[in-house]
């Protein structure tokens, strides 16, 4: 018979105080053979609240402030024996820290905020709908993901980068570079441009020609392209085209200190590339019809 897992019966919420609602706290490694399994799932919610879905169940976990990972006792009894074993190395002391996400939705009944990831692609879309009234076309050429296939990639993310792996990362700046850098829409970039009589080199890559377009078109003074000249840089380093000196200029570039950890890193830029499209949103929303 399995060993019970560790616990402290004084941290029961349930209401009927019978343990069903008692944190039980593991490593965050506990996450990895659902994460890279194909047997399993991990889906992230929030920056602290998932679920981890097997078979045809499914139960939530939160990440609390020392990135442990909190099941509900009750929960874990009913897992078959075998997610039990996988769960069970990793299992740890109490540190009475429960607050997260998953305390709020499951014990508060509270709604978590979205995740970052998902607003951002979400305001992807946002901006191709206000390029294509006022330009007559979309900033990226992509199409509306599916709500579960968005909340699927962007939880790999969350997944991947809370493991601070190197290689991860890389994964991780390689599939946004795709997304952000390589679906620009240059080619009506350029021809608008053209239109517009504005100079530039027409041999200039995407991302210089955003560039000129978010200065002359959107009278940019506040360098909104620059995290994604980072997300670019970061890329290039990623694919071992370059050494780790253009990693640690887009570091520098980002604010951030040179022992910044893979996620710090992957957090500050997410939030950059959101703030900066933001102000591309706002931008194009109060200008006028230019077609």
Not at 29 to 49: G, H, K, R
């Amino acid at each position: 018979m399995l060993t019970e897992f560790i616990y402290r019966s004084e941290e029961d919420y349930s209401p009927q105080k019978d343990n069903y609602l008692t944190p039980v706290y593991f490593e965050k490694e506990a996450l990895v053979p659902f994460i890279y399994s194909q047997n399993y799932n991990c889906e992230f919610m929030s920056e602290t609240y998932g679920v981890l879905i097997f078979e045809e169940d499914s139960i939530p976990f939160g990440i609390n402030s020392k990135k442990h990972l909190i099941f509900w006792l009750g929960d874990l009894r009913r897992l078959p024996d075998k997610l039990k074993m996988i769960l069970k190395p990793y299992n740890i002391n109490s540190d009475w820290d429960i607050e997260s996400d998953f305390k709020t939705g499951q014990v508060e009944g509270l709604f978590t905020e979205n995740i970052l990831e998902v607003e951002l692609f979400l305001l992807l879309n946002k901006i191709n709908i206000e390029f294509k009234k006022k330009f007559g076309f979309k900033m990226f050429n992509f199409d509306l993901i599916l709500v579960d296939d968005l909340l699927k990639m962007c939880s790999e993310y969350k997944n991947r980068i809370i493991f601070n792996n190197e290689k991860d990362f890389k994964i991780i700046v390689s599939d946004l570079n795709v997304r952000f850098i390589e679906t620009i829409n240059r080619r009506e970039l350029v021809y608008y441009l053209k239109s517009n009589q504005i100079i530039f080199d027409s041999n200039w890559g995407s991302l210089k020609i955003l560039e000129v377009f978010f200065k002359e078109m959107l009278s940019d003074n506040s360098n909104m392209i620059a995290p994604f000249f980072y997300l670019y840089d970061l890329r290039t380093w990623a694919d071992h085209l370059v050494g780790r000196g253009m990693f640690e200029e887009v570091i520098k570039l980002l604010g951030l200190k040179n022992d910044s950890s893979f996620e710090e890193i992957y957090n500050c830029l997410t939030n950059q590339i959101y703030r900066s499209l933001e102000v591309v949103l706002n931008k194009v929303k109060n200008m006028k019809n230019s077609i």
